[in-house]
């Protein structure tokens, strides 16, 4: 399996978003979630509307934060929700909400498809990752051996994240990784930032060196 590269840049993630919303707003909205709140394709796709919904009234309202465990690991992932992401949801349980038999068990991310009990089911994992690999190809962000799939828009988090400030120690105590070295290779942080240690930890004087007294061993 090839691994999979992130979105690096804002004019790349905006771009990829940008597609994705004229194209299909379900897989813009599936697309935001993995970028902003770094989760894998499996639990994205295990959403239903009622885990981002605040209440059960009439009146649509996203919750403040949102609590899911993760399929493969079982960690509790905690994720406050921004006013943006609240505003992209509304607006997409706004739509569901016109043309499917909406409820709280309604995949939040809904295909086409149904079960033998005709409830509406979740897009694949399989279709999912297509969807990303083949938006980027279109876009050209696929190229110079670039793979680009569903678990781009998690390492997009990762990378961002880093980009913006977050320390990758705190990256790596998130995504449960043993070592900093594994989140820097995950996020595809450039080796040139490890580097960069060295060259700010950088003591010494070569001419006081050169003319201090030298002493013999003896």
Known sequence: MRRTDPLRSEQEVNRFLNYMAGWNPTY???CCIGINWGLRASDILALTVGDVLAGEGGRIQISDRIQIVEQKTGKLRDIPV??????????????LKKRLDYSQTLPLIPSRKHDREGLC???TRGHFSWIVGLAARRLGLARNGRCIAAHSLRKTYAFQAWKNGTRVDELQKEFGHSSVETTHRYACIPSEQLDLIFTRVDFGNKRAFAEAPKVTSK
């Open 28 to 30: 813009y909205v599936a």
């Open 82 to 95: 921004t006013d943006k992401m609240k505003d992209i949801l509304k607006i997409h349980l706004r739509m």
């Open 121 to 123: 089911k979740a897009i």
